[in-house]
């Protein structure tokens, strides 16, 4: 579904990416772990066209999305929840909902997946006409979602979606996921919460400083050789990865 090759991002003069290579096979959850500045964001928006890269490959089901506009990526079936969710809020529940199947020509579709986003998030169908900026952290968090799934992505880009986030919200964040991958979408998913990644994902890639430091199945990754240092950067890092 989804091969990055060698990629090198640089903000200035401060390298961002440094010959990251990733893969993503269709119907895979995967993640993509390690602390803040690791790289991770700018890895997501580098693959949704929002970052240009100084060079690499991205490939989306064998061909090249390289210098694709971020609008035009998600009629291809690439749609990317940016970190910080991003959601209007001056406008409703229902047109940031909306804004999701713009350029979509398939209405009755258009109207069963409206359907099948209330279903996931019931709480968006109760805040349906209030104005977004009035919902709290969790509720945007399933709104940004929700917009997303509303493009009928093949592959979805997530960026945190535990980020500030209570525990119970969290944990219905993460059912949507699972659905997702059900109804057959694949997700590629950056996160800092090693726990929650590693319990959804198949595989997980470490990021540290910009390069990826250890990938593998994630229920065999935490207890690894190596894991904390891959994490934290420095050979013998201590305690537990949150």
Same mark, same amino acid.
């Given at each position: 579904?989804l091969?990055? @090759?060698?990629?090198?991002?640089? +903000?200035?003069? /401060?390298?961002?990416?440094?010959? /990251?290579s990733?893969?993503?096979e269709?119907g &895979?959850?995967?993640?993509?772990i390690?602390?803040?500045?690791a790289?991770? $964001?700018?890895l997501l ?13 991205v ?6 999305i390289l ?6 990526? /998600?009629t291809r079936?690439?749609?990317?929840v940016p970190?910080?969710?991003h %959601?209007?809020?001056s406008?409703?529940?229902a &047109?940031?909902?909306r804004?999701?199947?713009t350029?979509?020509?398939d ?6 997946d409206?359907?099948?986003v209330l279903?996931m998030?019931p709480?968006?169908?109760?805040? +349906?006409?209030?104005?977004? @900026?009035?919902? $709290? @952290?969790?509720?945007q968090?399933?709104?940004?979602i929700?917009?997303a %799934?509303m493009a ?21 964040v ?5 659905a997702?991958r059900? $109804? ?15 319990? /959804? ?18 229920a065999e ?10 994490y934290? @950067?420095?050979?013998g890092?201590k305690?537990?990865?949150?």
């Amino acid at each position: 579904m989804l091969k990055v @090759g060698d990629l090198h991002v640089s +903000y200035g003069n /401060v390298a961002a990416l440094r010959g /990251v290579s990733i893969e993503v096979e269709k119907g &895979e959850i995967v993640a993509v772990i390690g602390p803040n500045g690791a790289g991770k $964001s700018t890895l997501l928006l580098t693959i949704a066209g929002v970052v240009r890269p100084a060079r690499g490959s991205v490939m989306l089901e064998e061909g090249s999305i390289l210098g694709i506009a971020p609008e035009r990526l /998600v009629t291809r079936g690439l749609s990317l929840v940016p970190e910080g969710r991003h %959601i209007f809020a001056s406008m409703t529940v229902a &047109e940031n909902i909306r804004l999701g199947g713009t350029g979509r020509q398939d209405k009755p579709a258009v109207a069963q997946d409206l359907e099948r986003v209330l279903a996931m998030f019931p709480i968006l169908r109760q805040r +349906y006409q209030q104005k977004a @900026g009035q919902l $709290s @952290g969790g509720e945007q968090q399933m709104l940004a979602i929700a917009r997303a %799934i509303m493009a009928r992505p093949r592959l979805l880009l997530i960026d945190e979606p535990s980020l500030g986030l209570a525990p119970l919200i969290v944990n219905q964040v993460y059912e949507a996921v699972a659905a997702l991958r059900q $109804s057959g979408v694949t997700v590629l998913v950056v996160e800092q919460n090693v726990h929650r990644a590693l319990a /959804v994902a198949d595989r997980t890639y470490v990021m540290n400083s910009g390069a990826v430091t250890m990938a593998g199945r994630s229920a065999e990754l935490k207890s690894a050789e190596g894991f904390q240092e891959a994490y934290f @950067g420095f050979r013998g890092a201590k305690g537990a990865v949150a």
